[in-house]
């Protein structure tokens, strides 16, 4: 079995079937698990993990977790209803805002967003916020699909 990482999970490379399914497109920028990459190389920037941005002339190895996080991006835009992900990192791509990243801090600012335009979907912002925590913590991917059919 091959251990993939997207890479470049993003709202437009998430396709959804005439029955509904979802689907992953893209695979342009994929990797092998562990593989080494610039940090500035991975993910398009309003979906690349923290731990890339903090740290863009690292050279980091691909993991599921980045993935996770990406995917949380865009469960953050479609349940806030705001088209680009950068509102929900920042405007700066140099990583200069992550010496005051806070991530509790930051991690109260996302269900106001969300709240303001989805008050029925408190699963999916609870959801969310299991993904927008440090690497370690996050859910697996097979985690993530159990939490999204429930």
Same mark, same amino acid.
């Given at each position: 079995? =091959? +251990? ?18 979802? +689907? ?11 593989? &080494?990459?610039?940090?500035?190389? !991975? ?15 690292? =050279?980091? $190895?691909?993991? @599921? $977790? &980045?993935?996770?996080? $990406? $995917?949380? !991006?865009?469960?953050?835009? &479609? ?17 200069? @805002? ?14 106001? =967003? ?6 029925? @979907? ?7 916020? +299991? ?6 913590? =996050? ?12």
């Amino acid at each position: 079995m =091959r +251990q993939i990482v997207h890479c470049d999970i993003k709202t437009r490379n998430i396709l959804v079937t005439s029955s509904g399914s979802l +689907q992953l497109a893209d695979f342009g920028s994929a990797g092998q698990v562990n593989e &080494m990459r610039s940090a500035r190389e !991975v993910y398009t920037y309003p979906y690349r993990a923290h731990e890339c941005v903090c740290n863009p002339d690292r =050279r980091v $190895a691909l993991t @599921y $977790a &980045m993935d996770v996080w $990406a $995917a949380a !991006v865009c469960l953050f835009e &479609m349940l806030a209803r705001e088209p680009d992900g950068s509102v929900f990192l920042t405007s700066d791509s140099s990583g200069a @805002y992550c010496k005051s990243w806070n991530l509790p801090k930051f991690r109260e600012l996302i269900p106001a =967003r969300c709240r303001k335009r989805c008050n029925d @979907y408190e699963p999916l912002i609870n959801m969310l916020l +299991q993904c927008i925590v440090e690497p370690v913590e =996050r859910p697996s991917v097979t985690d993530l699909c159990v939490l999204l059919s429930s």
